[in-house]
């Protein structure tokens, strides 16, 4: 079974791309390191495949991404995705560690004037995902007028291990005392190198967007918080990013790194670092795997990827760094989806054929939140199970409201203490997904993608049409006219204020709306109740 769903996914892959392999078409482009010709689709000149920075293989596994030391000769065809960086999701593995690669979407090569430059983070729970699965750039180039780039990151114990034995080197190497966020130092680089390349694809490296969902949403808050992400971008858009989260410290971070260590055979080894250098990717996942519960907890397996606060990429906390106002303070988008927690109940449940029984529904808030007989009182009180047609309806409305929606109102409310904050929720309630629904999705986490990009999910769609087609053009004018001017309004739609106004926010459904009510009382429990979902390193915390 796990081999058809793998070949599935290549093929839907191939789909959501429209084009596996087209042939060289369009003009050359000349980048730093040699010229690159890509291919027209739908009136949009697209480049895939762009190496941003060197293979961080053998030695360079674990170390900052280095600038490519070496110029290609002719001219490479751009017209091919790079590889996937190595994944393990849904007990399905794919991808290689020479991964860091880029691909750019242009209306127009040499336009009058430089366009703005739109850069996407993807999602994932940095543990999977790609930079253009389920994201094809061309129809926001195309209708934004804009540049559209997307890239790959290292992702897992591969994107984001700390060990003492890394820290040390890192000091050596830059001063600081850190490992681990390698992942989000890939994205800096990528940024890099759209400020020192984009303007000879017609974008302005002056006025860079950087947006992404999920763990590419959080990924925004990071860029945001990160001192070494200064001056990269002019605005920012966070899709459902759970950016209150807790961030583990680097002691965290360090000991399940030793743990890794431990089961990989390389602790009291020696070289250590030589020894886990050595080790395929594979047998790194195998040594500690990723929870195939995500976010729920079972056994004893990684959680991988949550930024650390390492003291060089991430000073602080993102709570304690927005509070402050110590972040790039740059416009932002901030927003949530309606049900953010119903898909991630069914890749955990029913997708692995074991839906939530009644009995565990307690184990799992425990969990999330902890032991605390009063928190769990009060919990049951306002998520009983007798509300809910099944015990993971639930538990998605439970972690929907405190992972997901609390965590973006929170966000909004502290950044809008320092900088513009236009928040929006996607209530959309008949959004189409691509696998079988084995429960109720309603406004999915993920499903404003398919219109932000205008790309349908459902079969055999590849074009949306009546409301759906003008929610889709809405979500992508508001997108694109904030990155060309800071702000989203355009005429002939609904003016957006920003949140600092009664923390009002646009509310995208069939109709666009304002509203400062939505999730307002759940949020206000969750606050009252004084505890947050923890970071799934809190074990190692103590010891």
């Not at 999977?128 to 997307?150: C, E, F, N, T």
């Not at 002019?234 to 583990?248: F, H, K, L, T, Y």
């Not at 195998?286 to 729920?296: E, I, T």
């Not at 509300?387 to 409305?397: F, M, N, R, V, W």
Request: net charge negative; glycine share 10%; proline share 7%.
């Amino acid at each position: 079974m796990l081999r058809v769903f793998s070949a599935f996914v290549g093929v839907l892959s191939c789909l959501l791309l429209a084009a596996c392999q087209p042939s060289p078409t369009g003009p050359v482009v000349r980048t730093a390191n040699g010229e690159v010709q890509g291919f027209l689709q739908e009136d949009v000149h697209l480049f895939y495949g762009i190496p941003y920075a060197e293979p961080p293989v053998g030695p360079l596994r674990w170390q900052s991404p280095q600038p490519l030391a070496a110029n290609w000769t002719g001219v490479r065809a751009a017209t091919k995705p790079g590889p996937l960086c190595f994944q393990y999701m849904l007990y399905m593995q794919r991808g290689v560690e020479d991964c860091l690669y880029l691909n750019i979407a242009t209306p127009d090569v040499k336009p009058a004037m430089p366009k703005p430059v739109m850069v996407w983070l993807h999602g994932g729970g940095f543990i999977g995902g790609d930079g253009l699965q389920g994201s094809p750039l061309q129809r926001l180039a195309k209708r934004g007028d804009m540049v559209v780039v997307s890239l790959n990151y290292r992702l897992g114990a591969l994107g984001f291990l700390a060990h003492p034995a890394l820290s040390s080197e890192g000091q050596q190497a830059h001063g600081v005392y850190a490992s681990g966020n390698y992942g989000l130092q890939d994205q800096q680089a990528a940024l890099r190198w759209v400020r020192d390349n984009i303007a000879s694809f017609g974008g302005d490296p002056q006025n860079v967007t950087i947006f992404g969902e999920s763990a590419g949403g959080m990924s925004v808050c990071a860029q945001l918080a990160s001192p070494l992400a200064a001056g990269l971008f002019r605005q920012a858009i966070v899709q459902s990013g759970p950016c209150m989260s807790q961030n583990p410290s680097l002691h965290a971070a360090e000991k399940q790194g030793e743990y890794l260590a431990i089961r990989a055979g390389c602790e009291g080894r020696g070289d250590l670092l030589a020894c886990l250098r050595s080790k395929t990717p594979e047998e790194l996942m195998q040594a500690l795997p990723n929870d195939p519960a995500f976010v729920f907890g079972e056994g004893e397996f990684g959680v991988w990827g949550v930024p650390v606060v390492d003291g060089r990429v991430l000073t602080d906390t993102l709570r304690h760094s927005f509070a402050n106002g110590q972040f790039n303070r740059v416009p932002v988008i901030n927003g949530s989806n309606g049900d953010e927690g119903s898909i991630l109940v069914m890749f955990s449940h029913e997708y692995r054929f074991a839906s939530l029984q009644p009995q565990d529904y307690e184990k799992r808030i425990r969990y999330l939140v902890g032991d605390d007989p009063g928190v769990m009182a009060r919990l049951l009180a306002r998520y009983p199970l007798a509300k809910y047609p099944d015990a993971g309806a639930a538990l998605a409305e439970l972690f929907g409201d405190a992972f997901m929606s609390c965590s973006v109102l929170e966000t909004s409310a502290q950044l809008a203490k320092w900088t513009p904050v236009y928040g929006y929720v996607f209530a959309y309630p008949d959004a189409d997904f691509i696998l079988p629904e084995a429960r109720r999705l309603n406004a999915f986490h993920g499903a404003e993608l398919q219109f932000v990009f205008h790309y349908p999910m459902g079969w055999f769609e590849n074009r949306f049409s009546g409301e759906e087609l003008l929610l889709a053009n809405a979500m992508m004018d508001y997108w694109s006219q904030f990155a060309h001017h800071g702000k989203p309004d355009k005429d002939g739609l609904p003016a957006w204020p920003l949140f600092a106004d009664g923390g009002q926010q646009l509310v995208f459904d069939r109709k666009l709306s304002v509203d400062n009510r939505f999730k307002r009382e759940a949020c206000e429990f969750w606050q009252g109740l004084g505890v947050a979902m923890r970071n799934g390193l809190a074990h190692y915390e103590q010891q």
